[in-house]
């Protein structure tokens, strides 16, 4: 029987070992300012170093998701006519 490793998607172009991170951790969060960074812990990914700003997107845009859904699930649903005066 073959001992074969499982494969795992790389969801970043680049990548930095564990022991780079805690040698130089500023110079991968200054790459991470331009592009994705995966952290590999024994070559496999253990974590993704993103900047603020594409970690702020990504928040955005779970919470846009999130409202689409409400919108969806409520369409069709009961209405209530209202006049601008009273609002």
């Known amino acids: 029987m ?3 490793s499982i494969t795992q998607t790389i969801f970043a172009k680049k990548t930095v070992s564990m022991t780079d991170l805690r ?3 500023s110079e991968v969060i200054e790459v991470a300012q331009s ?3 995966a952290i590999l812990n024994h070559n496999k990914p253990a974590a993704y170093l993103i900047s603020a700003s594409d970690y702020e997107d990504m928040l955005e845009q779970l919470e846009d998701a999130a409202l689409t859904q409400t919108v969806k699930a409520r ?3 009961p209405t209530v006519k209202v006049k601008l005066e009273d609002l």
């Open 23 to 25: 040698r130089s951790p």
């Open 2 to 4: 073959l001992n074969m």
């Open 35 to 37: 592009s994705p960074v």
């Open 75 to 77: 369409a069709g649903g």
